[in-house]
């Protein structure tokens, strides 16, 4: 498969998951209650990014390509954005001194350098193991399961992909049977489970890679309204006594169906579009929905609660969001990452033209 190919429809489906993950985040914070589901958005995007992992690199990592050059193509994507959004945050909490319990500017710088490496570090008032970006957390888990997988990539062999999609299902179902389940991985002090929590969903993303190379998922369609639909209903799902079944459930089995089923683009005008500018602007909406709120939402908290305002704000902040997001990715981030991977082109050559005259 080339690797420009372009699963439209997943494209689509990650923009959707990002948004709902903000709603929740933000809709919580001005009073109207948590989406006890919508963190089921993080084990799509575990299995998505399974899935085109797989599809761009397994044959390129099982041939010529080194961890060491899988990492950088990886870091050249993700690490900008994430820098961005912590950088953001440390500014606003230093400038106005939010810290929350007195921390000074030199632990939040502190914190800054931490999250720019993606080491965990706790710190201000917050549990967060990333407490100037909290769901960072999630791309921190997504990073070690990247170099596991760079590593293990040439060997992985259908059996051992089974082996580990059994270990990821014994974690998963530790993890549930835990206080607080797997929704509790963020924090400081059990950071380290979610390496637990995104092994079983990006191996299954795996999975389904190989089984869409294979021609076995051509019979396994969904339309876009259709896989919209199933998406919104899981992550906006009401609580109920079933919660922990509903999340391994749709962990295992639903969100690998979903993005086996959803691999259709062909797609064309409007539709096609949209879909594609939503996948653009899944990952800056993801991750800078925390750092805007700091600066949008936080100062004006109070006031916006007792005014009954709280609506408007929700919808005014999304709107803000988004727009936001097409113009840090459009003027940011991606001359950034086209810099970066210019550079690092251009120091693999010379790299290979010095070790050619060497020998």
Same mark, same amino acid.
């Given at each position: 498969?080339?690797? *420009?190919?372009?699963?439209?429809?997943? @494209?689509?489906?990650?923009?959707?998951?990002?948004?709902?993950?903000?709603?929740?985040?933000?809709?919580?914070?001005?009073?109207?209650?948590?989406?006890?589901?919508?963190?089921?958005?993080? @084990?799509?995007?575990?299995?998505?990014?399974?899935?085109?992992?797989?599809?761009?690199?397994?044959?390129?990592?099982q041939t010529t390509m080194t961890p060491g050059e899988f990492f950088i193509r990886r870091a050249i994507r993700l690490q900008p954005m994430v820098i961005l959004g912590a950088v953001l945050t440390a500014t606003i909490v230093i400038i106005e001194g939010w810290s929350g319990t007195g921390t000074g500017a030199g632990a939040i710088l502190w914190a800054l350098v931490a999250a720019s490496l993606f080491i965990p570090f706790h710190t201000l008032s917050a549990p967060a193991a990333f407490p100037l970006n909290g769901p960072v957390w999630s791309l921190f888990a997504e990073y070690w399961v990247n170099i596991l997988y760079s590593f293990i990539a040439p060997a992985l062999t259908r059996v051992r992909l089974q082996a580990l999609l059994v270990a990821g299902?014994?974690?998963?179902?530790?993890?549930?049977?835990?206080?607080?389940?797997?929704g509790r991985v963020w924090e400081s002090?059990?950071?380290?489970l979610s390496a637990g929590r995104v092994l079983y969903p990006f191996f299954a993303g795996v999975l389904v890679?190989?089984?869409?190379? @294979?021609?076995?998922?051509?019979?396994?369609?969904l339309s876009p309204v259709m896989a919209v639909t199933i998406l919104c209903a899981v992550l906006l799902a009401p609580p109920t006594r079933f919660d922990a079944a509903f999340d391994f459930a749709s962990i295992t089995m639903g969100m690998p169906l979903l993005v086996a089923a959803s691999t259709n683009d062909n797609l064309y005008g409007i539709a096609r579009r949209t879909m594609l500018l939503s996948g653009v602007l899944s990952y800056p909406i993801y991750v800078l929905h925390f750092p805007l709120a700091f600066?949008?939402?936080?100062?004006?908290?109070?006031t916006v609660v007792a005014s009954g305002l709280a609506g408007p704000a929700l919808a005014l902040f999304m709107v803000t969001l988004v727009a936001t997001s097409y113009l840090v990715l459009r003027y940011i981030d991606e001359p950034l990452r086209a810099w970066?991977?210019?550079?690092?082109?251009?120091?693999?050559?010379?790299?290979?033209?010095?070790?050619?005259?060497? *020998?």
């Open positions: 498969m080339s690797t *420009g190919h372009r699963f439209v429809m997943l @494209d689509g489906l990650r923009g959707v998951a990002a948004l709902i993950v903000a709603f929740g985040h933000i809709s919580e914070v001005l009073g109207f209650g948590v989406l006890p589901h919508a963190h089921l958005a993080v @084990d799509f995007f575990f299995v998505l990014s399974g899935f085109v992992i797989a599809q761009v690199y397994e044959a390129r990592l299902l014994g974690i998963l179902l530790v993890l549930l049977s835990m206080s607080g389940g797997i002090d059990t950071i380290g890679s190989r089984a869409f190379r @294979d021609g076995r998922l051509t019979s396994l369609r600066l949008l939402i936080v100062p004006f908290l109070f970066l991977t210019a550079r690092s082109k251009a120091h693999a050559i010379g790299a290979n033209t010095a070790h050619s005259r060497g *020998g």
